[in-house]
């Protein structure tokens, strides 16, 4: 709901007021300085309306709209129905770091002392121009400004990166900067004080975003939350590739050798075989490499006969494997992205392609300018050679160099579900071991970078373990151990690692499990004894 907007009375006094003081050679910091030379003028906060921003000018954006919303519930255009947010500022604006460019963005400053002085930039899903409102509004119930865009595109489709590398650009590397930089400086004008702290705070694609933020901007943010991230891009996209042709008959898009029950079975069988190693039966595997296959052997549930509901035909198996194991290049066998955890199989389906695979556009408009472009022609040795070269320097977030975002004081939170069938778990832990080979010792990552792997996780949220990281300030408190927007306002301003962090399961209202939630490479191990629906029960180790 918008709220009508009144005159402020410091509009105009306080300008009037610094005015005769200086006139007067009084007034403090208003009135001259040793030597004569008269002070900088103090910064003035102003009202929450357009014309109060007639004379502000951002370098590389236009501000298109000023708005004041009531306290209570809010449904932004396009975003579902938001509640208990405090009265706040709505800054429209757009950011155009190149010709090319259309990044549309939102601010959000809650209303006088309900800002806490600190600013959260929220990170998007897929390749979609919608913003994380739900996102927006957690870190806005906490206090901050925050700030959310539709990473310079405004359709659901993928046709407006065709030849178009700046687009491109802006959706996989550089829409986050542009409007951060741009959303900074207006904060500054609307309250006339900069942000104390600057965090950042995505999944999926928002932390595949997170990772670019990290890499190529490292003095944007003070700490940053990414959530299973696509920053493999490219490896990504060749393993959803590989999904849809391993599970179908050669130049038949129609077959399909798994289904959805399929799937669930193999899941069910594995949770089975290995839900208890960590000593704890709760329906959820905590660490599926253990989950090795003198437990669970997907070979000993080849049907013996016809197919039926409790085994795999011998195409179903083959075809089972073939996803276990991920894309690998046809002619040196070189692993081209990881292959996916022991209990992830009930999610493959999403993901499996129906009558073509998952993001054929990156390959057909984006890779290879054909509309025509047939998937069963893809080389996985030659033609990923050739994605590397042309599309992967514009959306791939690997380098292991984040040398510049520590120096700078950085802390960098990732977390992944192990039963995430989108974005390969195997993918993250890769990615910190190398970063922990560039920076020399776990010591050295320790100070700056911690990995959280949650078992029983899918894609972001969800699944049946203990999966909520955030709190409410009802069913889940708002606490650095409770909470991951909490935990890493704590490290970056007290300096204590989120090692302490507890994961909840929330049904019905109420909080019915608690684990910890280990930095990577330690687990938690029950201890034997206590009630194993409390986190209390486990340590770290």
Not at 101 to 108: A, D, E, G, V, Y
Not at 218 to 242: K, S
Not at 305 to 313: I, K
Not at 370 to 389: E, K, M
Request: net charge negative; hydrophobic share 35%; aromatic share 10%.
């Amino acid at each position: 709901m918008k709220r009508k907007v009144l005159p402020r009375p410091f509009d105009v006094g306080v300008l009037s007021l610094t005015a005769l003081l200086a006139a007067c050679g009084g007034g403090g910091d208003g009135g001259p300085v040793a030597g004569g030379a008269p002070a900088a003028p103090q910064a003035v906060a102003r009202a929450c309306a357009m014309d109060a921003f007639a004379n502000v000018q951002i370098p590389g954006a236009t501000l298109t709209a000023v708005t004041a919303v009531d306290a209570g519930s809010y449904r932004p255009p396009g975003g579902q129905n938001l509640t208990n947010l405090p009265a706040f500022c709505r800054i429209d604006a757009k950011a155009a770091p190149t010709s090319q460019s259309n990044i549309n963005f939102q601010l959000w400053v809650p209303e006088g002392g309900a800002w806490n002085g600190k600013l959260v930039t929220t990170g998007n899903g897929g390749y979609s121009p919608a913003l994380s409102y739900s996102d927006m509004a957690y870190a806005m119930r906490q206090g901050y400004a925050v700030i959310g865009g539709d990473t310079g595109h405004q359709t659901e489709d993928m046709l407006w990166g065709v030849n178009n590398p700046e687009k491109i650009l802006d959706w996989g590397s550089r829409s986050i900067n542009s409007i951060t930089v741009a959303g900074k400086q207006l904060l500054v004008d609307l309250r006339a004080q900069p942000a104390q702290r600057a965090y950042y705070l995505g999944c999926s694609t928002g932390g595949h975003q997170g990772f670019a933020e990290a890499q190529r901007y490292p003095d944007d943010f003070d700490g940053i939350i990414a959530g299973a991230p696509g920053n493999n891009r490219t490896a990504l996209n060749i393993e959803f590739l590989w999904r849809f042709r391993s599970n179908r008959p050669d130049n038949d898009n129609a077959t399909q050798y798994l289904n959805s029950a399929k799937l669930q079975l193999l899941t069910s069988e594995a949770v089975t075989a290995c839900d208890a190693l960590d000593g704890v039966t709760d329906g959820v595997i905590d660490d599926p490499r253990q989950c090795t296959t003198a437990r669970f052997n997907p070979d000993l549930l080849l049907c013996a006969g016809a197919d039926a509901p409790n085994c795999l035909t011998a195409d179903q198996l083959n075809a089972a494997k073939k996803i276990y194991q991920g894309p690998r290049n046809s002619r040196t066998q070189a692993q081209l992205y990881p292959g996916w955890p022991v209990g992830s199989e009930s999610g493959w389906s999403s993901y499996l392609g129906n009558t073509e695979p998952v993001r054929a556009d990156f390959w057909r408009y984006w890779t290879f300018d054909n509309p025509q472009w047939n998937w069963w022609t893809f080389d996985f040795d030659r033609d990923v050679s050739y994605a590397y070269a042309k599309i992967a320097p514009l959306v791939d977030q690997t380098s292991t160099d984040l040398s510049r975002f520590k120096a700078s004081g950085g802390k960098m939170i990732v977390y992944h579900g192990w039963n995430d069938a989108v974005v390969s778990t195997y993918d993250s832990i890769n990615y910190y071991d190398k970063v922990r080979t560039a920076q020399g010792s776990q010591a050295a990552m320790d100070e700056f970078y911690k990995l959280l792997l949650v078992p029983g996780m899918g894609h972001c949220s969800g699944g049946p373990g203990a999966t909520t990281l955030r709190g409410d300030g009802s069913t889940v408190p708002n606490e650095p151990t409770r909470d991951l927007l909490f935990a890493l306002d704590r490290w970056v301003e007290q300096g204590v690692a989120p090692d302490d962090m507890v994961a909840s399961r929330v049904a019905s209202g109420t909080v019915q499990r608690t684990r910890p939630l280990c930095p990577y490479p330690k687990q938690a191990v029950y201890a034997g004894a206590g009630n194993a629906n409390e986190a209390g029960s486990f340590t770290c180790q």
